[in-house]
């Protein structure tokens, strides 16, 4: 019991009621960072700083999406590409079908593709989760490198199942010509995509800030921390990892939507196991467990894609010291840097 005790206080365990304290703070601060950075860029005319900020604000959203699982739940997944891509290919094949007029997945009985948004996103969502629905239960009959493995074996099966399928574009991917709309909104405008992609990463965060904190939090906290302790209270710890899994999934499936549209293309490329590999590092970045440790770990993720990129093609050498330094060094992540020590530590 005393060294459950111990654990418990060492781990970044459920946030509780989110007050501006240090920690509260340095979250307000990258998100005002955020909206204030591409509003600024947009007023000065610089759209391509706009689109890096939404391409920082979804890739937290996919980060927040795994850390539920990989932070919270304690399931170390390497496969989350695969809700990733799935996402993205729900609002690429959408947009090609509405753009010609031809029925879904060339079945003259479904109905013609939709560029509307919402619809996309519901469809990407629901697809997502019962695709992690699926993997979880196969998965989470094992632990440690097998569940790995597992989730990386079905990750990459799409994504040889997506380079075989000619009709969207096999390895090529497929081009969005004109980007999904939201009903009275011009998502052309790369301000209004931005503060639309900001609205859905605050949505997100609000609604795993609520989660964890309420009792099925707690459940999710003690099935990654003593799992035969949960069992013994009468809680089953499969079930509650397998809801936490599936949600995760379905964050990083809206994810994916918003990437495609962001780039106006998708291709295997956001299926394969490095994207997965990417979205962990943004989390291991920022601060697994962290609530913002995502927003934290992709802001400073793409931020030295862009400006290191710039300078050399072998920048992934400086993100790899980067890494091993918040491994070694920071435990917390960039977030855990700046907040300090929470009480949980």
């Known amino acids: 019991m005393t060294q459950s005790h111990s654990f418990t206080q060492t781990s970044p365990a459920r946030p509780a009621r989110f007050r501006l304290d240090r ?38 959203l996919a980060g927040v999406g ?56 519901l469809t990407a969502i629901a697809l997502c989760g019962l695709l992690a629905y699926g993997i979880g239960r196969l998965s989470l009959g094992t632990s440690g490198v097998y569940f790995i493995m ?30 999904n709309q939201l009903w009275g909104l011009n998502t052309n405008n790369s301000l209004v995509f931005f503060f639309l992609c ?56 809206l994810a994916g939507a918003l990437f495609a549209d962001l780039n106006g293309f998708v291709g295997t490329s956001m299926l394969d196991w490095h994207r997965s590999g990417e979205i962990m590092v943004i989390v291991i970045l920022g601060g697994v467990g962290r609530l913002y440790g995502p927003v934290a770990g992709a802001m400073l993720f793409v931020a030295m894609e862009f400006w290191l990129g710039g300078l050399t093609e072998y920048w992934q ?16 992540g960039v977030f855990g840097l700046l907040a300090g020590r929470s009480r949980h530590e």
């Open 198 to 253: 900001f609205g859905l990463l605050l949505a997100a965060l609000s609604f795993c800030h609520r989660l964890l904190g309420s009792r099925f939090g707690a459940a999710l906290t003690m099935a990654r921390l003593n799992p035969v302790r949960l069992a013994t209270s009468g809680v089953e710890p499969r079930p509650i990892k397998l809801v936490a899994f599936v949600i995760s999934g379905m964050i990083t499936g």
């Open 23 to 60: 920690e509260g703070w340095i979250s307000l601060s990258l998100l005002l960072i955020l909206a204030v950075g591409a509003s600024v860029a947009y007023l000065a005319g610089e759209n391509f700083f706009v689109n890096l900020a939404s391409r920082m604000v979804i890739i937290a």
């Open 66 to 121: 795994l850390n539920l699982a990989l932070g919270f739940g304690g399931m170390v997944s390497f496969g989350h590409a695969a809700y990733f891509g799935l996402g993205g290919y729900v609002a690429g094949i959408g947009a090609f079908h509405a753009f010609d007029m031809s029925p879904a997945l060339g079945i003259p009985l479904l109905p013609n593709g939709s560029d509307q948004m919402i619809p996309l996103w």
């Open 150 to 179: 597992i989730t990386l074996a079905f990750a990459q099966m799409i994504y040889y199942f997506a380079i075989s399928w000619p009709t969207y574009g096999g390895e090529d991917g497929l081009p969005i010509y004109i980007r």
């Open 317 to 332: 050498f400086f993100l790899g010291l980067v890494l091993l330094a918040v491994v070694l060094f920071a435990r917390g």
